[in-house]
Each structure stands twice: as structure tokens, then as C-alpha cells.
């Protein structure tokens, strides 16, 4: 997808500005939001009193739904079109899943692939990995889209899963160039190096 980063500040605000007005456009498309969504002019969506308009949806709105409820009312996507099913952070004990189409996917690993050229790694450089790599994405999608940068990855996974001591010395031999985790992971492995 030819999608280069945005080269200053006004790029993005038009960007966002035109972005808004599909991403109201989509939401109109759910039974969920039709219900919910005032009547707000289009045009005028970077008006701040327009904007404020919209209602704020938070985890414990979908959470009140039953799986049937959201697939059907909240979902905008048939069955067939989803590629894959992501997990939310389920810090209440209460994780969403949620589908994510093949068109989804195309945008998600390219936004992904963006972090490492916003944070200067370019080919050749190593990867650790230690978000968790099961249900819950993020770690697998980093691993996955380093390839598209020509990143070598080394899928560590989270602490649960890869002991600190044993990441560690993955660290040591393998000399990653980036680290990707929690922040709170990567002070915690600083601290036991």
C-alpha cells in the first residue's frame, strides 16, 4: 500500500480531518452505532463543539454485550471477511475479542511496520520481541512486519511465557539492535541485568 509517513504537522491534521469523516461513515454502517450516534453535519466534523457530539465508547459498554449482540449490532464486517480475531486487554478479567478483517489486517501491518521507521530501525537491525505472542496481537503483529523492513526478529514472547533470566540471555547472544515490550517489562529486565 503506498502510504508514506506524513511529512508534517498540517499532513496529518488534513489527514485526520478527511479520515474522520469515513471512519463516522463506517460506524453509520453498525446497528450499535445508529442508535447511538447524533445527527452531525459531515462536513463540519473538525468543528470541536461537532466532535463532541459523539459519544465516547469505552470497554464496558461492548463488555455488556452479549457475543451475539456485538457480532450482529456492533460489527460491521460478515463472517467470511474476517480474518482473524484479536483479544483486548483483559485487565478487568473480562477480555473482548474481536474480528478483524482481511482489509484490517493490510492496514494494521503496515501502522505496525510505521513504528519502526518512526523509531529509526532499518534493515539489518535484531528484534526482541517480548510483548506476549498468544491471543492478544501486538507481539505477534511486530514480529510479523519486521520482515516488510527486512528486521530480524527473535518472537521471545512475554515474561510468562520466556523467563526474564532465559530473555536475557537471548539478549546477551543475539544482540538485539531494537527491544519491544511493556516499559515496565524492559525496566524490569534493566534492573535484573
Known amino acids: 500500500m503506498p502510504l508514506p509517513l506524513p511529512e508534517s504537522r498540517d499532513e496529518i491534521r488534513r489527514i485526520q480531518s478527511a479520515r474522520k469523516r469515513v471512519a463516522l461513515q463506517q460506524a453509520m454502517r453498525s446497528t450499535f452505532w445508529k442508535k447511538r450516534l447524533p445527527k452531525v453535519n459531515l462536513e463540519r466534523l473538525d468543528d470541536l463543539e461537532v466532535w463532541r457530539r459523539i459519544p465516547i465508547l469505552d470497554k464496558d459498554t461492548l463488555r455488556g454485550l452479549s457475543d451475539q449482540q456485538f457480532y450482529?449490532?456492533?460489527c460491521i464486517e460478515a463472517p467470511e471477511g474476517v480474518q482473524?480475531?484479536?483479544?483486548?486487554?483483559?485487565?478487568?478479567?473480562?477480555?473482548?475479542?474481536y474480528p478483524r478483517s482481511f482489509r484490517d489486517m493490510e492496514y494494521g501491518l503496515l501502522s505496525f511496520a510505521r513504528t519502526?521507521?518512526?523509531?529509526?530501525?532499518?534493515?539489518?537491525?535484531?528484534?526482541?520481541?517480548?510483548f506476549p505472542m498468544g491471543i492478544h496481537p501486538v507481539?505477534?503483529?511486530?514480529?510479523?512486519?519486521?520482515?516488510?523492513?527486512?528486521?530480524?526478529?527473535n518472537w521471545a514472547g512475554s515474561?510468562?511465557?520466556t523467563p526474564s533470566?532465559?530473555?536475557l540471555e537471548l539478549i546477551q547472544r543475539l544482540k538485539p539492535t531494537v527491544l519491544l515490550?511493556?516499559?515496565?517489562?524492559?525496566?524490569?529486565?534493566?534492573?535484573?541485568?
Not at 116 to 130: E, F, I, K, L, N
Not at 139 to 150: E, I, K, P, T, Y
Request: proline share 2%; hydrophobic share 40%.
Open 84 to 97: 482473524e480475531y484479536w483479544r483486548s486487554g483483559g485487565v478487568t478479567g473480562a477480555p473482548l475479542f
Open 159 to 161: 515474561g510468562a511465557s
Open 116 to 130: 519502526y521507521d518512526c523509531a529509526g530501525a532499518v534493515r539489518g537491525d535484531r528484534a526482541h520481541v517480548s
Open 181 to 193: 515490550g511493556m516499559s515496565s517489562y524492559a525496566l524490569h529486565l534493566a534492573n535484573l541485568a
Open 165 to 167: 533470566a532465559l530473555q
Open 139 to 153: 507481539g505477534q503483529v511486530f514480529a510479523r512486519c519486521a520482515a516488510s523492513r527486512g528486521i530480524t526478529v
Open 72 to 74: 450482529r449490532e456492533f
